[in-house]
Structure formats: structure tokens, C-alpha cells
């Protein structure tokens, strides 16, 4: 019996300190707010008595925790005053230790590893804050108030002659391994990797439990990584059969009716300009000469709205995906494929539904007229920026002409563009030649060139045009209307200040006095490294001293484009913020009234967060493929670049193929080294030998590791 009733008594701490975590949660959504017990039962769902008498017993708890407040009797509130807690995101790097970001703080709060008690990559935590050693702010996570997410993708390691496993996952996601038990394997095998639902993490326990929820397959197979990269991000790879079966319903007819509603302008000269493999042709331009001697463009991008409706499946799915997904070997879409590829793509030779904006230009780049609404067009010709490109140069072809008046006037607009204090960050992107089992057998660089000007300035000023269009009025006042921007902000001046003190040591010069003067450096600073062996170190950091761009309703400007007003109106088959524009550019066109802002927000950062999962699967699919790549090169020895340095090691770089490997600091055996994060350097402490950023070495292909997507290298003396 004593037994028993310890066990209960266990469970009954469990209980309420899970029910203290909700609690905590729902006071913190308005901390400032004086809660009675039946406030907080009905906010946290506890309704019954049984139920509301362990709220009870839940808050006596927090209280005496000097969690909560008692102000008066009966009524709690947050216990804002506990000296050194704060609430941030927190973020997991390779050795298990982690930094916290809070918000209002500039520096990250560094937690040691012993110190992160369950928390998980990107869970929101309540931290205490101390100072160690007199100097640096450090943390422990005192409670994870919020999980980012509960699914993991990991290998399944069964343990000898026991009916139960983990599962081990990437330790920057999570920094322990999932206790499997006995009928959770969903059918996986030892060895198998897995998605892995966290079914429960109890106080004292190691390891969280879990249950197998999909076998994706055997690690290093193709399919599997490939699939597993998608899986760690929460990306989708097929549509629910339901999605599909609604997309096929759409009526694709370019019926007369709606024919009549439209701007007509199939009987103009019209065309696309794409990448050779791209099958979502979004935008379209069309060109004639008006009788007063100036040129009508017009930027014709497909009119998804016009097919997909707000309220049904198919828009559900489009806004929780927000955007295709470009992995190396495929593209996952955010719209089914009889609408990315087929119903919406502008194709050649087919009359198809656009939403245009329509310019009136002089031989100066000048608009004199504009024109924004819906229109159907006929697209004459399908050109890749190759064929493109061999027209500006000189060959001979169909369309040559409307090519080149288009790639004159891109030309003055990109010069203005400049000159106004735009940022060209202009890099070359690595992409992969495959053979029919997706392996690469080659390597390029895709470059842009005159062809991908042309059509980057003339989408960049629909979205611009677009974008001033709904947030000015005539007299050039805002007009107060919600629209979603893109926004990008100014740099940190901080990180600005390390650029320029780092990039001196090279002899270049940055003046920032100014918005204006910034901007006049970085330009000049990225055109004078062009060739140098310091290239893509100085551009790398300037990259980084750059804000992130993101979807906001506050419109505070483009920095890196130098615009005041910028939207994304341009790429709706691709991203969902363009079809949110599309929409409410229509509702203004109509005379509608400013929608909610708040709800407009919330899309905004779903969007950018979804941007953001995007970006890191495509970067993940980029280095399995480049690992995969040197697979065959294990034991050859290059000439690399020092790409990154951190505490642990460093990166270096091939430039012929923009392979990366690591270089352990232990792997160093002539001399024990030192990371000094002003200089991006390691000092050996006997010798005086220097790694630094950008720096030439030599090195060895040692290890790849295709699950890891990690090279390791060895230097070569």
C-alpha cells in the first residue's frame, strides 16, 4: 500500500505542475491582467470541479514558487518582479550549448548545455539571468512555456534484447535522444529513419517519450534524405487527396463573359522569359510602340486569385504551405500542379487570365502613364534567359528588337535604381548537373546576366508601382490603406561599424555617415573585391550585416532596394503574399474599404516564417547534394577559402564547386588555437600561426557524411 500511494502522490505533482505550465502560459498572454481561479479554470479549460480543484492546488504552488501574485484575496497576476527572468526564443548550436534571443535585448543570453533543462531547438523559455564571472550574462532555462513543434525526424536505434529504442536525432533540433517504448515503432525497423511524434517529457526523466509516426526509409538513400528534409522543416511534399480532387474541379475556360470584364491585350506582342527547367510561368511582358513615340510595357503575372478563392481547401492549403518549396532535384509547389503548371502557368500560345500593370515609358525610362487591373493575354513566344541573353549579344532571332528597347530601358532603370541607394548583391548561385538517379556528376554556377536584369527591373517596378499605387493617394499622402509590404530594414549600425573596421585591415574605406553614404560604400566595396581572393569573405559579412527581409502591413521601406513602398505582386503561383496583394488590389480597384490590419499581420508573419523554413530546406538540399558530390572525391586535396570561423573550428570553402567543410580545432596538432571574433581568426598560442577569414588553405577531403550533409576536411601543410 505505501507504494501505491507514493506512485499516487507522484502523479499527482506531475499533474499539477503540468497544469502550472498552463497557467503560466495563459497569464502570460496578458500580463498585466488580475485573474480570479474561474477565469483561469475557463481560460486553461479546467471546467469541472474535479478539475478546478486542482487549478486551485495548481496556483498555492506558483504562489509559493513566487510565480504568481495574490494582489487581493481570490485574484493572481504574473509575478513580474523575479530579479533576472526573462522570455525569449532559444537556439541551439552544434555542441549543445545554446543562446536565447529576447526581445528588447541586444546581445543573445548565452545557456550552458547542463543549463537548457528540456528545452527544444526553437522553444519559447523562461530563463534566469546571472552574470558569470563578473563580465558575461549567462542563463538557465527556469521553464519551456511554449514548444515550437513536437515532430523530429531521427534514426531508430533498438536496444540489444530489449523491446524498446530511441530515437536519435540532428542534436541541433533537439539535444537529447527520444525514448521509444514497446508498440510506439510504427512499423520501422533498427537502423530505419523516422518522423517521431514527443508524446510527454516527465519532470526527472532524461529522455522525452515518444511514438513512430512515418518510416521515411533507409538513411543515406536518396528518396529518404530528401524526404527527411522536408520532414524537419514541417514541409508538406504531396497534397491531401481532397486538395487535388478541388483543384481538378476549377473551370479553366477563358469563357467571354469574364473575357468582357478584362482589359484585352491578346493582339500585343507578348512574352516570358524563364529559367530552361521552370514550368510556373508567372510573368509574362508584352511591348508596342504608342503613337507619340513612347513604349507600353506591361508586366502580366497569372491571376490566381481569379481561381483561388478565399475559404475553400484549396486556399487553406496554399496559405499554410505560403510558398514553393525549391529543393535541388524538384520543386514542391504551394499550389497543386494542374494550377502551377497548367491553368496558371503562361504558357505560350494559350490565351490565359492576368492581373497587369501597364506602363507608359519614354526612351528615358520615364513613366509618363500607368494602369493597374485585370486583363487576358496571349503569350507569342516561351524564351529562356539563354535565348534571351543571345539576342542583347548580338544574335539574330525572333522578337530581337522588343528584347533589346526592353533591355535598354531595364539598363537606365537599374542605373537610377543605384543611384538612388540601392544595394546590387549580386552572387552567384551553385547548382547541380543530375543524372537520371538525381546523383550530380556536375557543378556551375548560375550567374545573372543582362537577361535576368531585364526581367528583375521590370518586376521590381510593377511590385514598386503596385505597392505606392494602394499606399498613396493622388496628392502623394498615405492613404491609410492595409496592404502587405516587403519590407527590408536599415542595418545594424554595429554590425556595420565591425564591417568597416574589419574591412580596413584590406585597405577599403566605408563611409557611414549616412543612409545614403552606406549604401554608396557597400556598393563600391562590393565592386572593388570582384576578382579578389577576399570576394566572398567581404560579401559574406556584408550580407550579414544586413537585416532580413520580411511581410509586414507597417510599410517602413525596402533599405536594400532603396524603396519607399515595396510589395510582392509578381509571383502568385509561387508565394502567398503576392496572392494577399492581388486580392486587396482588387478590393481597392473596386472602391472597397481598409480591411483588418491585425488579421492582414498575422498572414504577414506567416509568411515570413514559412519563408524562412523554405530558405533553410533549400540550403540543407543544396549541401546534401554538394556532400554526395565530393563523396567522390574522398582523399583529394584542393585549394579552399576560409569561409566561417566559430569557437570550435573553421570552414573552408572550394571555389570551384562551393563545397564546405569543417576543420576541427582539435584536428589543428602543431599548436593549441584561440577564436578571436573581432579579427575572424584562430591564433595558434606557441607558433603565431593565423586562420583567418578568407584566407587561402590547403586541404584534404577526409569525411562525408551524407546524413550529417557534413564535409570534413584536414589541412595540408
Not at 128 to 137: D, P, S
Not at 306 to 332: C, F, I, N, W
Not at 491 to 520: C, H, I, Q, W
Request: with cysteine; aromatic share 8%.
Amino acid at each position: 500500500m505505501p507504494k501505491k500511494g507514493k506512485y499516487i502522490s507522484q502523479k499527482n505533482d506531475h499533474k499539477l505542475q503540468e497544469i502550472g505550465r498552463l497557467i503560466l502560459r495563459f497569464m502570460n498572454e496578458n500580463s498585466t491582467k488580475i485573474y480570479n481561479y474561474k477565469q483561469i479554470s475557463d481560460g486553461i479549460d479546467h471546467r469541472n470541479p474535479r478539475q478546478r480543484e486542482l487549478v486551485i492546488q495548481a496556483l498555492h504552488k506558483l504562489q509559493a514558487a513566487d510565480r504568481i501574485k495574490e494582489p487581493e484575496k481570490g485574484k493572481y497576476i504574473i509575478n513580474l518582479d523575479i530579479k533576472g527572468t526573462l522570455t525569449g526564443i532559444i537556439d541551439f548550436n552544434q555542441s549543445g550549448n545554446a543562446y536565447v534571443t529576447v526581445e528588447g535585448l541586444e546581445d543573445d543570453v548565452f545557456i550552458h548545455s547542463k543549463n537548457v533543462k528540456d528545452a527544444l531547438q526553437g522553444d519559447k523559455v523562461l530563463i534566469v539571468t546571472y552574470t558569470y564571472k563578473g563580465k558575461k550574462l549567462e542563463g538557465s532555462v527556469l521553464e519551456v512555456l511554449e514548444r515550437s513543434r513536437t515532430e523530429f525526424v531521427g534514426t531508430l536505434q533498438m536496444v540489444t534484447h530489449k523491446d524498446f529504442g530511441f530515437v536519435v536525432c540532428d542534436k541541433k533540433t533537439i539535444n537529447t535522444d527520444i525514448f521509444i517504448p514497446k508498440g510506439k515503432f510504427g512499423g520501422a525497423a533498427d537502423g530505419d529513419k523516422v518522423i517521431v511524434k514527443m508524446t510527454e517529457w516527465r519532470p526527472g526523466d532524461k529522455n522525452p517519450e515518444g511514438e513512430i509516426t512515418q518510416v521515411l526509409g533507409a538513411p543515406g538513400e536518396h528518396e529518404t534524405e530528401i524526404h527527411s528534409i522536408l520532414a524537419e522543416y514541417g514541409l508538406p511534399y504531396e497534397f491531401p487527396e481532397e486538395v487535388e480532387k478541388d483543384a481538378d474541379k476549377i473551370d479553366r475556360s477563358i469563357n467571354d463573359d469574364e473575357v468582357a470584364k478584362r482589359r484585352d491585350m491578346r493582339g500585343i506582342t507578348t512574352f516570358t522569359i524563364d529559367p530552361k527547367d521552370a514550368k510556373d510561368f508567372d510573368d509574362a511582358l508584352s511591348i508596342r510602340k504608342l503613337e507619340n513615340g513612347n513604349w507600353e510595357i506591361g508586366v502580366h503575372i497569372a491571376d490566381v486569385s481569379h481561381y483561388v478563392v478565399p475559404g475553400t481547401m484549396l486556399d487553406d492549403e496554399a496559405y499554410q504551405r505560403a510558398t514553393s518549396v525549391y529543393l535541388v532535384d524538384r520543386v514542391v509547389p504551394m499550389l497543386p500542379e494542374v494550377l502551377s503548371n497548367d491553368v496558371c502557368s503562361l504558357r505560350p500560345h494559350e490565351d490565359k487570365f492576368t492581373f497587369s500593370a501597364v506602363f507608359e515609358l519614354d526612351d528615358d525610362a520615364k513613366i509618363h502613364n500607368q494602369w493597374f487591373g485585370r486583363t487576358v493575354i496571349h503569350s507569342d513566344r516561351r524564351f529562356t534567359y539563354e535565348e534571351a541573353q543571345e539576342r542583347i549579344e548580338g544574335q539574330e532571332g525572333d522578337f530581337k528588337e522588343e528584347i533589346l528597347v526592353m533591355d535598354r530601358l531595364a539598363k537606365i532603370m537599374r542605373q537610377k535604381r543605384i543611384k538612388d541607394g540601392a544595394i546590387t548583391f549580386d552572387r552567384s548561385e551553385v547548382r547541380f548537373n543530375l543524372d537520371e538517379n538525381n546523383s550530380p556528376i556536375g557543378v556551375y554556377f548560375k550567374i545573372s546576366k543582362d537577361s535576368n536584369h531585364l526581367i528583375e527591373e521590370f518586376m521590381l517596378l510593377a511590385n514598386k508601382k503596385v505597392s505606392e499605387f494602394v499606399s498613396l493617394n493622388k496628392r502623394g499622402d498615405l492613404s491609410q490603406n492595409t496592404f502587405i509590404y516587403r519590407v527590408h530594414d536599415d542595418p545594424d549600425p554595429a554590425k556595420l561599424k565591425s564591417l568597416r573596421d574589419f574591412v580596413s585591415t584590406f585597405g577599403y574605406k566605408m563611409d557611414l555617415a549616412n543612409t545614403k553614404k552606406v549604401a554608396e560604400s557597400l556598393n563600391r566595396l562590393l565592386q572593388d573585391v570582384k576578382g579578389k581572393g577576399e570576394e566572398n569573405m567581404i560579401e559574406t559579412l556584408a550580407m550579414r550585416s544586413m537585416s532580413k527581409a520580411v511581410y509586414s502591413t507597417e510599410p517602413i521601406g525596402h533599405y536594400g532596394l532603396g524603396f519607399d513602398y515595396y510589395s510582392h505582386f509578381t509571383s502568385p503561383i509561387r508565394r502567398y503574399p503576392d496572392l494577399l496583394a492581388h486580392r486587396l488590389l482588387q478590393h481597392y480597384l473596386d472602391g472597397g474599404k481598409s480591411p483588418n490590419k491585425a488579421e492582414l499581420e498575422e498572414k504577414a508573419k506567416h509568411c515570413s516564417s514559412m519563408e524562412r523554413l523554405a530558405a533553410d530546406a533549400e540550403r540543407d538540399s543544396i549541401k546534401y547534394m554538394q556532400v554526395k558530390f565530393m563523396e567522390k572525391h574522398l582523399g583529394e586535396t584542393f585549394t579552399g577559402v576560409i569561409s566561417g570561423v566559430a569557437e570550435f573550428g573553421f570552414w573552408v570553402e572550394i571555389p570551384e564547386n562551393g563545397a564546405e567543410g569543417l576543420i576541427k580545432l582539435r584536428d589543428l596538432m602543431d599548436d593549441s588555437y584561440t577564436y578571436d571574433k573581432a579579427t575572424h581568426a584562430v591564433y595558434g598560442s606557441r607558433t603565431g600561426n593565423r586562420y583567418q577569414l578568407g584566407d587561402q588553405v590547403k586541404i584534404k577531403v577526409v569525411k562525408a557524411n551524407l546524413i550529417q550533409k557534413q564535409l570534413d576536411f584536414k589541412i595540408v601543410e
